[in-house]
């Protein structure tokens, strides 16, 4: 995410220097500093958005790396395409192109549809372990069993969520919206 200098915002903000507190030379030398600070008005409600999806990535691939959620093939798909979302995620924030854009919505694609998996899988692992249990549960009575299994069913639903918000980021993103524009000048 680059913030071009125009969008830069520098408050000015009281330096404590100088030989003591009421030190002539000291409150000069504060007049005269002025100390950049980070404003988060200086970003815009896109360049959050990114963030937002940069964090929930990191965050994810964290939790489940601690939740060690790579004993089968199924468990490893979040993983890995969380992996390939951080890549494309820092990606497109270092250089946003016509191509980096494409990559990255293809990813959050990709967050959006194991998102779902995740969902019917966490579901069906929960009913079948609820029926195990109790073979008479049926109805109702099973399906809050499931909700409510050991795992999560719906933990998965982040990762839907997270390549939605990308999704967002990305819709009518100026850097797609050039090239179509060129297109049409060419015809």
Same mark, same amino acid.
Not at 31 to 36: G, I, L, N, P, Q
Not at 141 to 166: D, E
């Given at each position: 995410?680059?913030?071009?200098?125009?969008?830069?915002?520098? !408050?000015?903000?009281?330096?404590?220097?100088?030989? @003591?507190? +009421?030190? /002539?030379?000291? *409150?000069?030398? &504060? =007049?005269?500093?002025?100390?950049?600070?980070?404003?988060?008005?200086?970003?815009?409600?896109?360049?959050?958005?990114?963030?937002?999806?940069?964090?929930?990535?990191?965050?994810?691939?964290?939790?489940?790396?601690?939740?060690?959620?790579?004993?089968?093939? !199924?468990?490893?798909?979040?993983?890995?395409?969380? @992996?390939? +979302?951080? /890549?494309?995620? *820092?990606?497109? &924030? =270092?250089?946003?192109?016509?191509?980096?854009?494409?990559?990255?919505?293809?990813?959050?694609?990709?967050?959006?549809?194991?998102?779902?998996?995740?969902?019917?899988?966490?579901?069906?692992?929960?009913?079948?372990?609820?029926?195990?249990?109790?073979?008479?549960?049926?109805?109702?009575?099973?399906?809050?069993?499931?909700?409510?299994? /050991?795992?999560?069913?719906?933990?998965?639903?982040?990762?839907?969520?997270?390549?939605?918000?990308?999704?967002?980021?990305?819709?009518?993103?100026?850097?797609?919206?050039?090239?179509?524009?060129?297109?049409?000048?060419?015809?």
């Amino acid at each position: 995410m680059k913030v071009r200098p125009e969008m830069a915002v520098t !408050t000015p903000r009281v330096v404590a220097v100088g030989r @003591g507190q +009421g030190s /002539a030379d000291g *409150i000069e030398l &504060a =007049r005269r500093v002025r100390v950049s600070t980070l404003d988060i008005r200086s970003y815009s409600l896109r360049q959050m958005l990114l963030g937002l999806v940069l964090i929930g990535i990191i965050g994810l691939i964290v939790e489940l790396l601690l939740l060690k959620h790579y004993d089968s093939f !199924t468990q490893v798909i979040p993983i890995a395409s969380l @992996g390939l +979302g951080l /890549a494309t995620t *820092i990606v497109v &924030a =270092r250089n946003t192109t016509r191509a980096t854009m494409r990559a990255f919505q293809a990813m959050m694609w990709v967050f959006f549809v194991a998102g779902l998996l995740g969902l019917f899988f966490h579901f069906k692992g929960n009913i079948e372990w609820a029926l195990e249990r109790t073979p008479e549960l049926g109805g109702w009575p099973l399906i809050w069993k499931a909700l409510r299994g /050991a795992t999560p069913a719906l933990a998965p639903g982040a990762l839907a969520q997270l390549g939605l918000l990308g999704l967002a980021w990305s819709f009518r993103h100026p850097a797609l919206q050039q090239n179509e524009k060129a297109k049409e000048n060419d015809r």
